[in-house]
């Protein structure tokens, strides 16, 4: 069954000090993973994705993630965090295997975010 | 910058009544979706719909829900009697591309049932 896990309820991190929100993933075929961020009283906002090429993927603020599949991963990274990063940040998959119907995707639990000045 | 939108943010209903909650998916989009979040939960996958039809749903989606596009440009989901444990955060998503998948969300509606 595919699944996510994202393994920390809360992440903090100083202003301007790097930070990492981990992700592990669990699909049958290759996986296709999303991060998402959900500022106060907003939707998800979709911030990057992996599917295939570079492990390294950048995204939307600054952000990247590394793909590693011998770890099955997908952490998001940030190399210097701002107070305006202080949200909820979901990992989510797609099983690529998966030919019926049209791409669920698969979420973590979300991982609060607290950057503090 | 186009977005999905959601009607209302906030729904408070008594139990065994029916809600029906509205998204206008981003103009161009083809592939539709609604995702539940119940407070301290995941987001959790309820159904997909293209082509005026639901291409998946998932074991939450029973038969007390509904889905509907009645224009082009709304998409709605029916909850026909309302239980307690459909108190959750709705979210839709709609999506362009297939294989890219991504998928855009609303901000959601909040559905309290009392």
């Given at each position: 069954?595919?699944?996510?896990?994202?393994?920390?309820?809360?992440?903090?991190?100083?202003?301007?000090?790097?930070?990492?929100?981990?992700?592990?993933?669990?699909?049958?075929?290759?996986?296709?993973?999303?991060?998402?961020?959900?500022?106060?009283?907003?939707?998800?906002?979709?911030?990057?994705?992996?599917?295939?090429?570079?492990?390294?993927?950048?995204?939307?603020?600054?952000?990247?993630?590394?793909?590693?599949?011998?770890?099955?991963?997908?952490?998001?990274?940030?190399?210097?965090?701002?107070?305006?990063?202080s949200?909820l940040?979901?990992?989510a998959?797609?099983?690529?295997?998966?030919?019926?119907?049209?791409?669920?995707?698969?979420?973590?639990?979300?991982?609060?975010?607290?950057?503090?000045? | 910058?186009?977005?999905?939108?959601?009607?209302?943010?906030?729904?408070?209903?008594?139990?065994?009544?029916?809600?029906?909650?509205?998204?206008?998916?981003?103009?161009?989009?083809?592939y539709?979706?609604?995702?539940?979040?119940?407070?301290?939960?995941?987001?959790?996958?309820?159904?997909?719909?293209?082509?005026?039809?639901?291409?998946e749903?998932?074991?939450?989606?029973d038969?007390?829900?509904?889905?509907?596009?009645?224009?082009?440009s709304?998409?709605?989901?029916?909850?026909r009697?309302t239980?307690?444990?459909?108190?959750?955060?709705?979210?839709?998503?709609?999506?362009?591309?297939?294989?890219?998948?991504?998928?855009?969300?609303?901000?959601?509606?909040?559905?309290?049932?009392?």
């Open positions: 069954a595919q699944s996510v896990a994202q393994p920390e309820d809360q992440v903090n991190v100083a202003e301007g000090n790097p930070l990492t929100v981990k992700c592990t993933y669990s699909v049958s075929g290759n996986p296709y993973l999303f991060w998402y961020v959900q500022y106060p009283n907003r939707g998800l906002q979709f911030l990057l994705k992996y599917i295939t090429g570079d492990n390294l993927v950048k995204g939307s603020y600054g952000f990247e993630a590394e793909f590693n599949k011998s770890q099955t991963s997908f952490h998001l990274k940030k190399p210097s965090a701002l107070v305006s990063d949200a940040y979901f990992c998959v797609r099983d690529s295997s998966f030919s019926g119907g049209y791409n669920k995707l698969i979420f973590g639990a979300g991982t609060r975010l607290a950057v503090h000045p | 910058e186009p977005e999905v939108t959601q009607t209302p943010s906030h729904q408070v209903t008594q139990m065994g009544q029916e809600v029906i909650l509205r998204c206008v998916p981003i103009s161009n989009h083809l539709f979706y609604w995702y539940r979040q119940i407070l301290g939960q995941k987001v959790e996958f309820l159904v997909s719909f293209y082509n005026n039809e639901i291409s749903k998932s074991e939450i989606f038969d007390q829900f509904s889905v509907e596009r009645p224009d082009g709304n998409f709605t989901l029916k909850i009697s239980k307690l444990e459909d108190s959750a955060m709705y979210f839709c998503a709609s999506s362009f591309d297939r294989s890219k998948n991504i998928q855009y969300f609303g901000a959601g509606t909040r559905l309290s049932v009392l």
